[in-house]
């Protein structure tokens, strides 16, 4: 079999096969061991941030839910403090976890 991009290399011969491992094993291997590294770098790093924003917006939701008015309806008049604007950015890594279990987005990612 050849390669249809150029039909003068063979698939698996001696310069696709270099081509793939000298592209393809760092590829994998950045995928596989620096996504997680960075993730959990990441959360690490912020995890008061990510905290203080989580404990501060469900205080919010708590107040506004007292006075009657509806808590997942966003003020589009208030700014995101700078921890708020990460947890916005990075939420979908630590959703659905306590602040104290961020990092097992990391465990889920290596699995």
């Excluded at 696709?16 to 996504?35: D, K, Q």
């Excluded at 947890?87 to 987005?105: C, D, H, I, M, N």
Aim: charged letters at 25%; hydrophobic letters at 50%; proline letters at 3%.
């Amino acid at each position: 079999a050849f390669l249809l991009g150029d039909v003068s290399v063979e698939c698996w011969g001696e310069k696709h096969l270099t081509w793939a491992i000298c592209l393809g094993v760092p590829g994998i291997l950045l995928y596989m061991v620096a996504a997680p590294v960075w993730v959990t770098r990441l959360i690490k790093r912020n995890a008061q941030k990510i905290t203080a924003a989580t404990d501060r917006i469900a205080a919010e939701e708590e107040a506004t839910a007292k006075k009657g008015l509806d808590p997942t309806k966003e003020d589009a008049t208030r700014k995101l403090t700078a921890d708020e604007a990460f947890l916005v950015r990075f939420s979908y890594l630590t959703k659905g976890y306590r602040a104290e279990f961020a990092y097992w987005q990391v465990v889920i990612m290596m699995r």
